[in-house]
């Protein structure tokens, strides 16, 4: 879902990384419970929280951004309040259910914040559209006898909005890799020892590498796509790859002429490939260009669980103990 409004930085929780790798736009109104909040006594109901009422005009997060968007319902739904909004200027197929922190009071003073923090995120969503638009899909040519009308319908009809194509799934053993990178980042208070080797700029030279014995060949809409990968990568790491309590190695690692691709590795490349989805929701594309970027995707991910042992780190280290040794 693209949009001009802006976009804010945010924190990472369980759910970024390993809940979904893909965004559900759909509603939640069926529950498996017996008993959901519409049933209940309204007595029984605790007040809703932030007083944001039905028909009320708010900002609703979508994808680390905040859009326009107006309270259709509300709903107490498995034991707190959801919010049923419809995203102003977007089709009635993006309406879903949010919960209380994912709205804000449409105001003025929320409204210029969110632009401002919007700024951060310019450079994500025009880096991977950049790349893919100069991707050439291999279709026959048009015969020169066709009317230019004809070719414009046609045209039309090949570029498709990429969250209606683009999806793929992250492999079982790299899934259980995201649980354990989690884990040792929020619950161990542990962390990837900087710099990373292979870095993510290695990786992707790597699987250069691997495609060039597997086929003799690298196609130039590969190199843009990797090109476009390691952007991006840039681009959405200080945004939206790290948790909180990665910020502070971030700063400490990352300068002004030093790319994150060259600091970082294959653990943080994996959280930009479950949020990849989500971004790409910005670029048009045709649906063969389209279909050409999610198989060169799958293949990277399967080239990195092959490699797995190699490209991750198999234990992460406290703070403390990574300022020891480097005292």
């Not at 190199?223 to 959405?236: H, N, P, Q, S, V």
């Not at 490349?269 to 989500?278: C, G, I, S, T």
Request: hydrophobic fraction near 35%.
């Amino acid at each position: 879902m693209g949009s001009p409004s802006a976009a804010a930085e945010t924190d990472l929780t369980t759910d970024d990384f390993i809940g979904d790798t893909r965004r559900d736009s759909g509603t939640d109104t069926e529950t498996n419970t017996d008993c959901d909040g519409e049933d209940l006594p309204l007595l029984l109901l605790p007040a809703p929280p932030g007083h944001f009422e039905e028909g009320e005009r708010v900002l609703a997060k979508h994808s680390d951004c905040f859009y326009e968007a107006k309270v259709l319902k509300v709903e107490f739904k498995d034991n707190e309040w959801k919010y049923f909004v419809h995203y102003i200027g977007w089709n009635k197929s993006w309406d879903e259910w949010i919960s209380l922190d994912c709205l804000l009071k449409h105001s003025e003073e929320n409204i210029e914040k969110q632009k401002e923090q919007g700024l951060k995120q310019q450079g994500i969503k025009s880096a991977m559209a950049w790349r893919v638009s100069k991707m050439k899909p291999r279709s026959p040519n048009v015969a020169r006898g066709r009317k230019r009308k004809q070719d414009s319908v046609d045209t039309e009809k090949n570029v498709v909005p990429s969250d209606n194509l683009l999806s793929f799934n992250i492999p079982p053993a790299l899934r259980k890799q995201l649980i354990d990178d989690y884990e040792f980042v929020t619950q161990m208070q542990k962390l990837v020892q900087l710099p990373r080797s292979p870095n993510v700029d290695d990786i992707l030279k790597k699987y250069i590498d691997s495609q060039m014995k597997k086929h003799s060949r690298v196609t130039d809409s590969l190199e843009e796509i990797l090109k476009g990968l390691r952007c991006y990568f840039d681009k959405a790491l200080p945004v939206m790859l790290l948790y909180n309590n990665e910020r502070k190695q971030y700063e400490e690692s990352v300068s002004a002429d030093v790319s994150p691709s060259t600091v970082y590795g294959a653990e943080h490349l994996l959280r930009l490939f479950v949020k990849l989805p989500e971004l790409l929701v910005h670029v048009n594309m045709a649906e063969e260009t389209l279909k050409e970027l999610q198989d060169n995707f799958v293949d990277i991910l399967r080239f990195l669980r092959k490699n797995q042992s190699v490209f991750f780190v198999s234990a992460y280290k406290a703070v403390e103990e990574m300022e020891k040794k480097e005292d």
